[in-house]
């Protein structure tokens, strides 16, 4: 679990690859690792938040969420959503 959530198997080689080099010098991959995966969980927080809001949005239909329309005109400009709705 951990290794297929974390690396891909090519980077489960590069880690492989350096250790046999260097013992410690997976760490620098290992460390790129850990700033890739808490940018996922950030953007997995606001996915979250996002759809949290539109399950509570008090508007029948989401579309007619004001909150909802600015978040949609924002990723069609390019924003990311954590960045539109931040949790």
């Given at each position: ?5 974390a690396?891909?198997l090519d980077e489960?080689r590069r880690l492989m690859a350096a250790r046999s080099?260097s013992?410690?010098s997976?760490?620098?991959?290992a460390r790129?690792?850990l700033?890739?995966l ?22 029948e239909d989401i ?5 909802f ?8 400009a ?7 709705h931040?949790a």
């Amino acid at each position: 679990l951990l290794l297929r959530d974390a690396f891909t198997l090519d980077e489960i080689r590069r880690l492989m690859a350096a250790r046999s080099k260097s013992p410690r010098s997976w760490r620098e991959l290992a460390r790129r690792k850990l700033v890739e995966l808490d940018q996922r969980i950030e953007e997995a927080q606001a996915a979250r938040f996002a759809i949290e809001h539109a399950l509570e949005c008090p508007y029948e239909d989401i579309v007619d969420c004001p909150s909802f329309q600015k978040i949609v005109l924002l990723r069609l400009a390019g924003k990311p959503l954590e960045d539109v709705h931040p949790a």
